[in-house]
């Protein structure tokens, strides 16, 4: 889905620059001048519907990803005693929405993005957060959107152990 995306959108500037070239070989700078007017709203309006297909892919792609891995999560869940992976380190906050936020890792810089369901903020008052923060989620409820996580941001717990730290911060 991801790919379909960026096939479409990388398809749609080049017929969209192809376009814009011809009303310049025809009309000449004022033609494209008149086309990228932004009292031009058929053209805007026809430029969204065309870009439109492929950012809705690639928003879906990301959805999907997102929801297969909470799904790899609660199905871990099932299993109290076994260790799995999670993040835990200090960050900030890059930006956020109902469904995720976006973290950058305060160690190198990289950014991932975490269910807000399901990470837990290692601090006593979390609204409004600090600038920098702990917080612990599960690797299965987290992507990576720019660079890499390093080792010493993953660790390996219960799911006991989880959701006590869960209970002791959300009172969940």
Not at 2 to 19: D, E, P, R
Not at 116 to 131: A, G, K
């Amino acid at each position: 889905m991801k790919v379909f995306g960026y096939l479409w959108l990388t398809l749609a500037v080049i017929i969209i620059i192809i376009g814009t070239a011809g009303v310049w070989m025809k009309d000449g700078f004022s033609g494209v001048q008149q086309l990228l007017s932004p009292f031009n709203v058929a053209n805007w309006v026809l430029t969204v519907i065309v870009l439109a297909p492929g950012l809705g892919a690639i928003a879906l792609a990301n959805k999907f990803r997102l929801r297969s891995s909470a799904n790899k999560f609660d199905e871990h869940s099932k299993t109290t005693d076994s260790k799995i992976n999670y993040l835990e380190g200090e960050v900030n906050i890059v930006s956020y929405d109902n469904e995720v936020t976006q973290f950058r890792l305060i160690e190198n810089g990289a950014v991932v993005a975490v269910r807000n369901d399901i990470h837990i903020r290692l601090t006593d008052n979390p609204y409004p957060p600090p600038e920098k923060f702990t917080i612990v989620a599960p690797m299965t409820a987290t992507s990576v959107i720019e660079g890499e996580i390093p080792n010493s941001y993953i660790k390996h717990y219960t799911l006991e152990y989880y959701l006590s730290l869960r209970k002791q911060y959300h009172g969940e």
